[in-house]
């Protein structure tokens, strides 16, 4: 089974749809969650951290749900600019002589459609 | 302005021979990096780990022999890949990493092809 898991899609949205991607993680020792995107040829960038409690942030929302290992991201009022692929990422310990090594997943390919 | 810079961005090279990949970090010290490869739809491989003044560590499966990594300062890491073979061709992407788990950042990339 792989550490990081994700439906790589395509999911094709309407502009304006709402849309969420899940993600499930092997290790119940992963100690911190990210959701980076990245374009087409390009790298990844970082577009939010993950909680337990939830994070926020405009029109994305991240959950983390440590007791089924999964994360979600929900895009709520999708724009064209929103295409792209959404990577889960997992840090399985923080060991600042490791330096954050991260696993991330396969990526889920985003197409918002006019 | 860009925080991490690779060079070249692009390159073309025969099968047999060798290629240098620069990533720089600009704005601070990095006292990690990272190396990654990126095949086409898969996700984001790690290479290698480099700690400045030391050796690289390898994940497994990666060869060191083929792919060596200087991390020569704090600034700078190069990824040679030696007698490149059209299955090298991929996207190789550095990422830099400060004193915390929030200061890191990717590099823009090197799409390296193999003909």
């Known amino acids: 089974r792989k550490e990081v898991e994700q439906d790589p899609g395509p999911f094709n949205v309407p502009e304006g749809a709402t849309v969420a991607f899940n993600c499930t993680y092997s290790?119940?020792?992963?100690?911190?969650f990210f959701w980076y995107r990245q374009d087409c040829r390009k790298e990844p960038k970082l577009l939010m951290s993950?909680?337990?409690s939830g994070n926020e942030d405009g029109r994305f929302t991240a959950q983390l749900n440590r007791a089924s290992q999964y994360i979600s991201l929900l895009i709520r009022d999708s724009k064209l600019s929103d295409s792209a692929t959404y990577l889960c990422?997992?840090?399985?310990?923080?060991?600042?002589?490791?330096?954050?090594?991260?696993?991330f997943g396969k990526g889920t390919s985003l197409l918002v459609t006019p | 302005g860009a925080v991490v810079s690779q060079h070249p961005s692009w390159v073309i090279c025969k099968s047999g021979t060798s290629v240098k990949i620069e990533c720089r970090s600009l704005?601070?010290?990095?006292?990690?990096m990272f190396w990654y490869r990126q095949f086409p739809k898969q996700s984001l491989m790690l290479m290698a780990t480099?700690?400045?003044?030391?050796?690289?560590?390898?994940e497994q499966g990666v060869e060191k022999d083929k792919f060596l990594i200087n991390h020569a300062s704090l600034t700078l890491s190069t990824l040679t890949v030696t007698s490149a073979h059209p299955e090298d061709s991929s996207f190789y992407i550095c990422?830099?990493?400060?004193?915390?788990?929030?200061?890191?950042?990717f590099g823009p990339g090197t799409r390296l092809t193999v003909t």
């Open positions: 990422v997992v840090i399985k310990t923080v060991n600042s002589n490791s330096g954050y090594a991260l696993n």
């Open positions: 290790n119940s020792a992963s100690q911190s």
């Open positions: 993950v909680y337990s």
């Open positions: 704005d601070f010290q990095a006292t990690t």
């Open positions: 480099s700690n400045e003044g030391s050796k690289a560590t390898y």
């Open positions: 990422r830099v990493v400060g004193g915390s788990l929030y200061e890191q950042y």
